[in-house]
């Protein structure tokens, strides 16, 4: 039984669509695996954001934050404005928001910096 040989442009364009596959599977994982923080600093437009800052910010937030408030800052990096309505807030709960957000950004200062 012979079987046909498959072209070197087909076997080109199999080889191309399996890394294109491959690399899609891998940033997915990578997405899913990131938290909300490290993947709003990865998507963020400040030069020195980088896989392993994001990375190291996004602990920093897990042992800090709570999950709605990591959702919360996550946000910021798209709408900075909004931090500055929370700091300007007069409700106790973006106060105390905003003393855990502090104290988040002092650690990640001094553990990621």
């Keep these: 039984m012979n079987l046909p040989l498959p072209s070197l442009r087909h076997a080109?364009?199999?080889a191309v669509l399996a890394?294109?596959?491959f690399t899609a599977q891998v940033a997915f994982v990578q997405s899913a695996?990131?938290?909300?923080?490290?993947?709003?600093?990865?998507?963020?437009?400040?030069?020195?954001?980088?896989?392993?800052?994001?990375?190291c910010i996004q602990?920093?937030?897990?042992?800090?934050?709570?999950?709605s408030e990591r959702k919360t800052?996550?946000?910021?990096?798209?709408?900075?404005?909004?931090?500055?309505?929370?700091?300007?807030?007069?409700n106790s709960r973006d106060e105390h928001l905003w003393?855990?957000?502090?104290?988040?950004?002092d650690t990640a200062a001094k553990t990621c910096g």
């Design 12 to 14: 080109g364009l199999c």
């Design 19 to 21: 890394a294109q596959v």
């Design 33 to 55: 695996e990131a938290g909300a923080i490290e993947r709003a600093c990865r998507s963020s437009d400040r030069r020195a954001a980088n896989p392993a800052l994001c990375s």
């Design 59 to 67: 602990k920093v937030a897990n042992a800090r934050l709570t999950m």
């Design 73 to 90: 800052v996550s946000k910021w990096f798209g709408d900075p404005h909004q931090a500055q309505v929370v700091r300007q807030s007069s």
């Design 99 to 105: 003393e855990r957000y502090k104290l988040f950004g």
